[in-house]
């Protein structure tokens, strides 16, 4: 598999995808023709999605189709060369995909080897479940059951920041929960700015900062270009 998994599309106050554009590029090799697919946005026209990416990518020559745009959606996962999924609300793209069916669709393409590029919420259907996002359940999927591209949680937009007078639960404390609760399960905490990239069966962490395992209850950090091919079991 071909997998470039971004925990955001923005890092500090960078351009929309600036900070993966390098990434994005050499995940898709040749490949210069995208399937788009913007079911996260919520508050978002698929339309003005659709050019955003656009926007964003056209410094690379890539042509960018949205998967709406089709009468078929299946068909138009089969036909794809590459697929790239965008951030929002997890919940909201999960319960399209299972809606139009595409969850088998996209994890036979990805098995064969069809680049999948996702951020934010496109990232964390790559993992087992979405049990770890950080999104509000404002739509009930039919399960919480992901692509599995990964045998792991993911969790992006990782911070351990907690605000002065902040009296709820931090990301860690949830993640703790998870943990109790499914203690033979990691998860990879992505901060802003980083990602998981697989290729050639290595699996390896990139970015400017640590990110960390969360297993069995216990915390790692984990270092830039750090391989984490361990964890694909």
């Not at 599309?9 to 023709?33: F, K, Q, V």
């Not at 792991?152 to 931090?170: A, C, I, K, R």
């Not at 860690?172 to 990691?186: C, G, I, S, W």
Request: aromatic share 8%; charged share 15%.
């Amino acid at each position: 598999m071909n997998l470039l998994l971004l925990s955001s599309s923005r890092a500090h106050n960078s351009e929309y995808l600036a900070p993966g554009l390098t990434a994005i590029n050499e995940t898709l090799g040749n490949i210069r023709n995208v399937l788009f697919i913007p079911f996260a946005g919520v508050r978002v026209s698929y339309d003005d999605y659709l050019s955003m990416v656009q926007n964003a990518l056209k410094p690379l020559g890539i042509t960018v189709q949205s998967i709406h745009q089709f009468d078929d959606p299946v068909f138009a996962v089969e036909q794809a060369q590459a697929v790239m999924v965008g951030g929002g609300n997890t919940f909201a793209l999960l319960a399209k995909l299972y809606q139009f069916n595409l969850i088998d669709a996209i994890k036979h393409k990805v098995a064969g080897g069809m680049p999948y590029i996702g951020w934010s919420a496109g990232s964390n259907i790559a993992g087992l479940t979405i049990r770890t996002t950080n999104d509000m359940p404002i739509i009930e999927p039919p399960s919480f059951c992901a692509l599995a591209l990964l045998p792991v949680q993911l969790n992006p937009h990782y911070t351990d920041f907690v605000p002065e007078g902040f009296h709820g639960e931090t990301r860690d404390m949830r993640l703790a929960e998870f943990m109790h609760l499914a203690p033979n399960t990691a998860i990879v905490g992505l901060p802003e700015g980083t990602a998981l990239r697989l290729i050639n069966g290595q699996l390896s962490y990139e970015g400017n900062e640590n990110g960390y395992v969360f297993l069995g209850g216990t915390k790692t950090a984990i270092t830039p270009t750090e391989k984490l091919t361990k964890l694909l079991g």
